[in-house]
């Protein structure tokens, strides 16, 4: 998949771990700076099955512009759109979606 320049990409929110592709250096120390280690490309972050944990993450990712990928199931920006429709997050958001591998449309919600 092509991701968006200077970007951080939330590519899974549902389990254990968050993660995230970044390929800002000035976004990852951001990212690196807020918990998470750079692992194979990614910047990943455990948060086991702690729901405020995943809620307080969301609104950090929320107020740094991150795009929250969307898909199948519980996708990202899934999980966004549910946590705002329940009042444990506010505000618009932004999600990234592939039409082709080589292909991405951003949006906002």
Known sequence: MRFP???MVV????????????SSGQRA???LGNGFVEENGEYVR??????TSQKE????LMSHEALFSEGHGWS?????????EN???SGRFRTI??????????GAQ
């Open 5 to 7: 320049k200077g970007e």
């Open 11 to 22: 590519l899974d929110l549902a389990g254990d771990v968050v993660r995230v592709h970044c």
């Open 29 to 31: 120390s951001l990212l």
């Open 46 to 51: 455990q948060i086991g099955n702690d729901v």
């Open 57 to 60: 993450l969301t609104r950090w």
């Open 76 to 84: 990202p920006a899934a999980l966004v759109d549910h946590f705002r």
């Open 87 to 89: 009042g444990w997050v």
């Open 97 to 106: 979606g592939w039409v082709a591998p080589d292909q991405f449309v951003i």
